[in-house]
Structures are given as structure tokens and as C-alpha cells.
């Protein structure tokens, strides 16, 4: 049965990249904020168990249309593990490179300007 906790105040994370990492039922679980929206994901790396969410958020460098010319995506919405620099889009959990590596998402509420984590 999914529990519901109260992770944070809305106005604890008031910037976009903005994050906030508590525990829920013994897992550790970083709520970010992006573009208004709020998302959680696991402090897990699915690679070799890294603090995921304690890494930098950037943008990403991907291949253009034409499969030659390559642009930076400029949009802070993925999160490099410090440990090993996998990237992971921390608005839907899947490592940028492949498809294969997911880390844990979990539903979000947002209630009276409270933050909950469903788990």
C-alpha cells in the first residue's frame, strides 16, 4: 500500500534545479523542481549505487536531426551521478544514454503549498 509524506514546503524550493533529499520508509528520495513542476526520484545510481541525486544538473549535448550536428539541450533537467557522470532526466527517471537504466520515480502532491511523496 502506498504511504503518503510530507518532503518539503513548496517555498523551500523556489528556483528551477532547486532539490531537496529526505527519507521515506528508509529510502532516500530527492525531490526536484523544474519548470514549476515538481518531480522524485531515488538517491540511487542504478549503475554502482552512487548518490545520484547529489550530483551537478545540467543540460545535455545530443545529435541533431540529420544524425551530424550536435546541439547542447540547454533545459538543467538532468542529473549527473558524482561518482561515475551517468546522466539521468530527473523528470521521468531514464539514463540519457540508453533506454535499458531507470532510476525509481515517484508521484508527487502538492497540497497548501506542501510537498508529498507518494511511496
Known amino acids: 500500500m502506498a504511504t503518503r509524506q510530507k518532503i518539503a ?7 528551477n534545479g532547486d532539490r531537496i533529499i529526505a527519507e521515506v520508509q528508509g529510502i532516500e528520495i530527492a525531490v526536484f523542481r523544474f519548470d514549476g513542476e515538481y518531480y522524485a526520484l531515488a538517491n540511487y545510481c542504478v549503475h554502482q549505487g552512487g548518490p545520484l541525486c547529489e550530483g551537478a544538473l545540467s543540460g545535455r549535448t545530443v545529435a541533431g536531426d540529420d544524425g551530424w550536428e ?3 539541450d ?3 533537467k538532468y542529473v549527473r551521478c558524482p561518482w561515475h557522470g551517468w546522466i539521468f532526466d530527473i523528470t521521468d527517471g531514464r539514463n540519457v544514454d540508453s533506454d535499458r537504466y531507470v532510476t525509481p520515480t515517484y508521484d508527487i502532491e502538492v497540497e497548501d503549498g506542501e510537498i508529498f511523496v507518494h511511496r
Open 9 to 15: 514546503n513548496a517555498d523551500e524550493l523556489p528556483n
Open 70 to 72: 550536435w546541439a547542447y
Open 74 to 76: 540547454t533545459d538543467e
